[in-house]
């Protein structure tokens, strides 16, 4: 056994052991049968793992226990169920003979290459027995080792204590780049940290001398955390001082210190606005010559 392997088997082993694999399972979505001593335990929203075999290689899969589903086959008989409806309990039913589904949704897999992790795929459905462990910041390390220098860190996994791992690659080609462009919407309602979290992404494509970043203000958020004007509640980030580590050259420019340096810029503008439309010259050839 190669000194990888036994290095995440032993980290694995000094995981919690949280369930095994049941039934019903697909490639998608996986049935987990909770073990008595983890029935109490908060899962739901857990960082989870299991190691299979696929190709004659040992595979690592990741996953996030997504719902838990509560079930005593006996108490769904409407005869027991009449019998609890009038005792409050049946014994010993109630209570003992409930089962614990979990379904654990699979978001990353490793196939073990003897000297390196690489990325792979849940090509097959593990035999139902397989334990599921917790996963651990000790485990995520090892597996993504070769990665180190590329993962970016914005928090927690929702609702567990593991680092969640995230990519944020250049938009340019070559090492660490992602050869396009990439689109990312940041939802929320007011207060639930949508600023913070886009001045952290900013950050994570920052570490690239490859990426230029342009940021349109209106609030001037950002603006005032350039000019050290940080707020020091709730999560402040001293966004000048990271980027010039970062050896960015960090410029701000208020809108007054726009000008338009040329009378073609001018009419351009008067054409977008609704200036002419207001004064009743509705057609384009009208507003151009107006222009
Ligand atoms: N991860 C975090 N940990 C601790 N505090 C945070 C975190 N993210 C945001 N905050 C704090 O919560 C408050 C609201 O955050 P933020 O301004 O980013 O929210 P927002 O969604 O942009 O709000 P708005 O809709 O008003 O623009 C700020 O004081 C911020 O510092
Ligand atoms: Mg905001």
């Not at 082993?13 to 399972?25: L, M, N």
């Not at 409050?88 to 379904?103: E, K, R």
């Not at 950050?203 to 350039?226: H, N, T």
């Not at 001293?238 to 980027?243: G, K």
């Amino acid at each position: 056994m190669n000194e990888q392997r036994t290095n995440i088997e032993q980290l694995i082993s000094t995981s919690e052991r949280i369930g095994t694999i049941g039934s019903p399972s697909s490639t998608s979505e996986l049935s987990l049968d909770i073990l008595g001593t983890a029935v109490s335990k908060k899962l739901v929203g857990e960082l989870a793992l299991f190691k299979f075999s696929q190709d004659s290689k040992p595979h690592y899969a990741l996953g996030q226990i997504t719902e838990i589903q509560l079930r005593n086959i006996w108490l769904e008989d409407p005869t027991m169920r009449s019998l609890a409806r009038q005792r409050g309990q049946v014994n010993p039913v109630s209570g003992q003979q409930d089962t614990h589904l979990d379904q654990m949704t699979i978001s990353a897999v490793f196939s073990d290459e003897s000297n390196r992790f690489e990325p792979s795929i849940l090509g097959t459905v593990p035999a139902t027995g397989t334990p599921i462990y917790l996963a651990t910041d000790q485990i995520l390390d090892k597996l993504l080792e070769r990665y180190r220098d590329e993962i970016f860190y914005l928090g927690h996994v929702y609702g567990s204590t593991p680092k969640l791992p995230l990519w944020f690659k250049h938009f340019g080609t070559g090492p660490h780049g992602a050869g396009e462009a990439y689109h990312i919407g940041i939802f929320g309602k007011t207060g639930s940290g949508k600023s913070v979290l886009a001045k952290m992404i900013l950050l994570a494509y920052a570490r690239y001398p490859e990426m230029a970043i342009f940021v349109i203000d209106p609030q001037g958020e950002f603006s005032k955390d350039i000019n050290e004007q940080i707020p020091m509640e709730g999560f402040p980030l001293d966004l000048r001082n990271i980027l010039n580590r970062l050896n960015k050259n960090v410029v701000s420019i208020s809108v007054r210190n726009l000008v338009l340096d040329r009378w073609d810029l001018f009419e351009h503008i008067l054409a977008q606005s609704e200036f002419f439309e207001r004064l009743a010259i509705h057609t384009m050839d009208k507003e151009k010559i107006s222009c």
